[in-house]
Each structure stands twice: as C-alpha cells, then as structure tokens.
Nanobody, 123 residues
Framework: QVRLVESGGGLVQPGGSLRLSCAASGFALNYYAIGWFRQAPEKGREGVSCRGSSDINIEYIDSVKGRFTMSQDNANNTVYLQMNEMKPEDTAVYYC????????????????WGKGTLVTVSS
C-alpha cells in the first residue's frame, strides 16, 4: 500500500526556517516523480519543488528559489523540504506527492498524495 506521511509543519516567524519531512512506504522514492505542493487559503494548489521520474534535477517555483531546498534520503525513503527565510506568503498546507511518471511538477501517471501539513508564517 502506497503511503506518504508529512511532518514538520507549524508556526514560524518571518525570516525563520522549517524543515518538512515526507516518509514514503509501499514504493521506492528514487524510481518515482516526487514533489512538494502547497495550497494557501482560497488559492489553488501549486507545485513548489519537484523532481521528475527520470530526472535528477530538482525544479523550484520562482518565489522559493534560493530559499527552499528539496532533498531525498533513499535509505530512509524520505524526502525533505528545507525552508529558509520564510515569508508570510509561504503560509499554506504543504503536501507531498509522488507519481510513477512525471516531469517537473507535472505528474501524468498514478498520483499519490499525503494528507498535508500546515505551515503558518506570522509574527
């Protein structure tokens, strides 16, 4: 059974840092497209940082470039999102997602989603 479980969300002040974790089970992350998506209040879901199923490069949306870093630990089948210099506009529910086929944050195959973790950036 494929499962993705996010953790690490919470309240952080502007300029602060958080690290999100996504523990995967039921499949091997390194053979799948994997990414972090977010949905802010009253907005659509957007891809934040993703790696395609046959890619080694990680893509980021412009608004987080230089501040967020996605990494992967294949031994523990876990993907991380390190978020630095956080801004109030980063406030959202962050979701981990995977697919057996995808390019960047466009997942074309069977998609799997975690339940999300809330990140709030506020003073």
């Amino acid at each position: 059974q494929v499962r993705l479980v996010e953790s690490g969300g919470g309240l952080v002040q502007p300029g602060g840092s958080l690290r999100l974790s996504c523990a995967a089970s039921g499949f091997a992350l390194n053979y799948y497209a994997i990414g972090w998506f977010r949905q802010a209040p009253e907005k659509g879901r957007e891809g934040v940082s993703c790696r395609g199923s046959s890619d080694i490069n990680i893509e980021y949306i412009d608004s987080v470039k230089g501040r967020f870093t996605m990494s992967q630990d294949n031994a523990n089948n876990t993907v991380y999102l390190q978020m630095n210099e956080m801004k109030p506009e980063d406030t959202a529910v962050y979701y981990c997602a995977a697919s057996d086929y995808g390019k960047g944050c466009f997942f074309y195959g069977t998609k799997y989603w975690g339940k999300g973790t809330l990140v709030t950036v506020s003073s």
